[in-house]
């Protein structure tokens, strides 16, 4: 089943994930290039190594360097809402914050205050 990738976008315009993303090419250009592929993958419904964590929030595990992870959610069955990413070090704050992010989205949605995310491309 194909799906959507869309990211968390914040009132304030910004986008932990992106954000997150534009660190990781400067820092190391082949973990995300991974992350990338792992990204299309599930986009494609191969998520491959996830797991549930808490609160709708997933893990998107990736056996690449520091053992890099992407949080996400599935929306209305097709659309991977991307929350934001980190490492196996900063696991726990990460998650944290993912949750957050997907609690706060939820408040969006029901509020009909604004879009928060923005389309992800394949």
């Known amino acids: ?5 869309k990211r968390y976008q914040t ?7 992106t954000d997150w993303m534009k660190k990781l090419r400067r ?5 995300a290039l991974k992350v990338d ?3 299309a993958r599930a986009m494609g419904g191969n998520f491959g190594d996830h797991k549930f964590e808490r609160d709708g929030v ?6 690449y360097g520091p053992g890099y992870r992407v949080y996400y959610s599935i929306e209305d069955g097709e659309i991977i809402l991307l929350l934001i990413g980190g490492n ?3 696991q726990t704050a990460d998650l944290d914050k993912a949750v957050s992010y997907l609690q706060d ?9 604004h879009q928060k995310c923005e389309v992800a491309e394949k």
């Open 37 to 39: 592929s792992r990204i």
């Open 58 to 63: 997933w893990e998107l595990r990736v056996d």
């Open 1 to 5: 089943m194909p799906y959507t990738a």
């Open 88 to 90: 196996k070090k900063t």
């Open 27 to 31: 820092k190391d250009q082949t973990a």
């Open 11 to 17: 009132e304030n315009g910004e986008v932990p994930y």
């Open 105 to 113: 989205f939820k408040r969006g949605q029901k509020n009909d205050s």
